[in-house]
């Protein structure tokens, strides 16, 4: 029974369109004036990495469509950084506004896009807030009415599948949005196999197919030497040894050396998913645990672990390149990655630290 709720709960991860729906931190409002409700257009549309397909917003909710060139979890932490900045310059107050638990499930473009979009402007009617969805000020819905949408939202990938040519999509998504059998998607809950997702289950297939390609460029060993790695370096910069740091008994400690340990492993890109197996830690925290590092360690001090974790990269590829030549640089490369884990930290043992009384003082 456990193992199925768990798998009731299970995201998928990697370059896609997602759906998103935020809610408000600690159960509070997300807006407070009218005019916020522009200003949280601007912070979708402008996402990193993203295009935005579809967004309706309530007083509590966020719903958003977004391609994602990148995977999710940086993308919604964007997001959530976004608003925090946008309510300290309207209110001079700088807080958490979206909840940490965002519902966020993948989407099968060929086969649900178009209807999730339609359920989403939809929303507003089936909460009886309005008669009809043109009526709602604050969603994309009378975007996808006009002849010439703004350029930054990305009507045509909904349009192009409800019409087969370039004239009058427009009147084709009035047409089908007002169809009395139109499908509407359940919003409140992933689709289908266990998964966040709505799609075929050809297309979860396909999906977890993927991820497990990517997960295998990195074996076990590997990961679990640059979970040693990186924990070995933030521990010999603050003179303490990796298994102290690790030591959960000193709570204070290990939530404030932890999170670092847990930043070097996603700038070698790995998922959150991985780090919080690495570190046995719920997956939920490691955001969170990243967010609130330039709250508890300076600048300098982040700097420095950055520089000490990769510059061993190039090097070895450099010098590999000019040994072995053209013909083996592939190989060098993809060998590259492991060895300068291991490289990282035992490189820290040769440069003497004058800093290391100060940042061990700060613990």
Request: glycine letters at 4%; hydrophobic letters at 35%; aromatic letters at 8%.
């Amino acid at each position: 029974m456990d193992t199925a709720r768990k798998a009731l709960k299970t995201a998928l991860h990697g370059e896609g369109i997602y759906y998103f729906r935020f809610t408000g931190a600690r159960q509070q409002a997300i807006f407070r004036s009218v005019f916020e409700y522009d200003y949280a257009t601007q912070i979708l549309s402008q996402v990193e990495g993203c295009s935005l397909l579809a967004y309706l917003f309530t007083e509590r909710e966020i719903h958003c469509v977004i391609h994602c060139n990148r995977d999710w979890p940086g993308v919604s932490e964007d997001i959530r950084e976004a608003f925090i900045r946008l309510h300290d310059r309207l209110w001079d107050n700088q807080k958490a506004v979206l909840s940490e638990e965002v519902l966020i499930a993948l989407v099968d473009e060929h086969a649900c896009l178009a209807d999730l979009v339609i359920t989403l402007h939809m929303l507003p009617v089936s909460r009886m807030l309005v008669a009809e969805p043109s009526l709602y000020p604050w969603s994309s819905d009378h975007y996808y009415r006009l002849q010439e949408p703004p350029h930054w939202l990305e009507v045509g990938r909904v349009l192009n599948q409800l019409s087969q040519t370039r004239h009058n999509r427009a009147q084709r998504y009035e047409s089908a949005i007002a169809a009395p059998d139109k499908k509407l998607l359940d919003l409140s809950s992933d689709s289908s196999s266990g998964y966040l997702v709505f799609g075929r289950d050809e297309f979860i297939q396909k999906q977890i197919s993927s991820a497990n390609v990517s997960k295998a460029v990195r074996t076990r060993s590997e990961l679990e030497r640059l979970r040693n790695d990186a924990i070995g370096l933030v521990a010999e910069r603050f003179g303490i040894s990796a298994d102290d740091m690790s030591d959960r008994s000193y709570r204070r400690q290990y939530h404030r050396l932890m999170p670092l340990a847990a930043w070097l492993l996603r700038q070698r890109d790995l998922c959150d998913e991985t780090i919080a197996d690495l570190l046995n830690e719920d997956e939920d925290i490691i955001p969170i645990w990243i967010r609130g590092i330039p709250a508890e360690h300076p600048q300098a001090l982040t700097d420095r672990l950055s520089a000490l974790w990769t510059p061993r990269t190039q090097t070895i590829a450099t010098a590999a390149t000019q040994k072995n030549g053209p013909a083996k640089r592939h190989e060098n490369d993809a060998a590259t990655e492991s060895e300068s884990a291991d490289d990282s930290s035992s490189s820290t043992s040769d440069k003497p630290d004058t800093n290391k009384e100060d940042i061990r003082a700060r613990v």
